[in-house]
């Protein structure tokens, strides 16, 4: 999987929120490899998509369609400054991903000294996560450039998280939290509220 990621602030939600909806239903059935799209609108006015494609090959293709390109050339209109666009050629999904049952998603961006690791320790920590806190449904976690990453958590209800965030966190899983702190910095924490969730097939 490849994840491209979308990101800056809106000056037109509602211009920004009918060129989203015109790319689902007029330019994403030509999109060849595309698997799908998270994306929402965070509370300083970032917006953030991350858009999984099947490979860099097939993104960059689907950045070469001249509908692509005239779809984008109104969107960026919808946005207050410069966009930035980070291409992630490693994605880990855990417990099975993102999933579009999420009515809430969270958002870090950050960078770490040893993504590898970062894959592991979620791997050993995912069936003790899941037993835990269950409104968490899975996440994804990709890298680019020189140690930068975004992990997407998603999650049944933004209100079931919250919740789950004052449970005392269990010894064997709080070192694997303290050591995934130790290899990250320069955190940055988004949450999407109401995200928008688009599949491949719809």
Known sequence: MFIQIIQGKVS?????VRCMDRWTEDIRPGATGFLGCTQGLCDDGTFIALARFESAE???LNSERPEQGAWWAETERCFDGPVSF???PEVAEWMGGGSDDATFVQVMEGH????????ELLDE???RVHELRPEILGGTLCTYGDGGYVEAVYFTSEAEARSHEKLEIPDDLRSL???EGRLTDDVTYYDMHSPMLVSAGR
């Open 12 to 16: 037109d939600e509602a211009g920004l």
């Open 58 to 60: 097939a993104a960059r």
């Open 86 to 88: 980070m291409d992630c």
């Open 112 to 119: 770490t000294t040893d993504p590898h690791r970062m894959r």
């Open 125 to 127: 920590s995912a069936d």
């Open 177 to 179: 939290f303290e050591e």
